[in-house]
């Protein structure tokens, strides 16, 4: 079981900017954010394949969040640019053996952390 930490939240302002850390017990495939908004099922935002090299978004906010490994696939960030209200939603990072934005195929989640954006 990899264990997974995130860190960063908080509140912020429309347009405003937001960092999410998030390191894993040990080496991964792909690790990905998700995140979940009041009312809502589990969205996909972002991954980075260690494998391929590659990272993905959702089309939402994509020009906007930047994923970014750090240490060599068992950390990542997650810049969060121009934010807006319909960003606000408890951020969870997973672990994956597949590249897929898939949360089913994820089989290692952190607790989340919250990210609240006013207008």
């Known amino acids: 079981q990899v264990l997974l930490s995130e860190s960063g939240g908080g509140s912020v302002q429309a347009g405003g900017s937001l960092t999410l850390s998030c390191t894993a017990s040990?080496?991964?495939?792909?690790m990905g954010w998700f995140r979940r908004a009041p009312g809502k099922g589990r969205e996909f935002v972002a991954r980075?394949?260690?494998?391929?090299?590659?990272?993905s978004y959702a089309d939402s906010v994509k020009g906007r969040f930047t994923i970014s490994g750090v240490n060599a696939r068992n950390a990542v960030s997650l810049q969060m640019n121009a934010l807006k209200p319909e960003d606000t939603a408890i951020y969870y990072c997973?672990?994956?053996?597949?590249?897929?934005?898939?949360?089913?195929?994820?089989?290692?989640w952190g607790r989340g952390t919250q990210v609240t954006v006013s207008s």
């Open positions: 980075i394949n260690w494998h391929f090299g590659t990272t």
């Open positions: 040990e080496r991964t495939f792909t």
């Open positions: 997973a672990a994956s053996g597949l590249d897929t934005a898939n949360p089913n195929t994820y089989h290692d």
